[in-house]
């Protein structure tokens, strides 16, 4: 089985960054796409970012796209989502997930393995 601890939430003003963590352990990590996806109160969890098995190849929801950069580093068993220029609309709780599906996918459906999250607030 696979665990997901995120770390590195926080407050941060608007304009501001923050790099959120999430450490797996439990199977070999580079056996596993893996994902950011974040839920706002009173809204759906919503798909953030994704990178494949080696990390050649990302995938960003428009929200974000050339403001947050997902990474992983498979010799740390740890995947990484770098947010800058933060707005207040980011704010939610953010999860990080694990995928087993051969192909990319934006849909939570096709995460197995999730994480408890980590709240990121940002101020305006």
């Known amino acids: 089985q696979v665990q997901l601890v995120e770390s590195g939430g926080g407050l941060v003003q608007a304009g501001g960054s923050l790099r959120l963590s999430c450490a797996a352990s439990?199977?070999?990590?580079?056996?596993?796409?893996m994902g950011w996806f974040r839920q706002a109160p009173g809204n759906e969890r919503e798909f953030v970012a994704a990178?494949?098995?080696?990390?050649?190849?990302?995938y960003y929801a428009d929200s974000v796209k050339g403001r947050f950069t997902i990474s992983r580093d498979n010799a740390k068993n740890t995947v990484y989502l770098q947010m800058n220029s933060l707005k207040p609309e980011d704010t939610a709780v953010y999860y990080c997930a694990g995928s087993d599906a051969l192909l990319y996918s934006s849909g939570s459906l096709s995460y197995d393995y999730w994480g408890q999250g980590t709240q990121v607030t940002v101020s305006s």
């Open positions: 990178i494949s098995r080696s990390g050649g190849s990302t």
């Open positions: 439990g199977r070999t990590f580079s056996s596993y796409r």
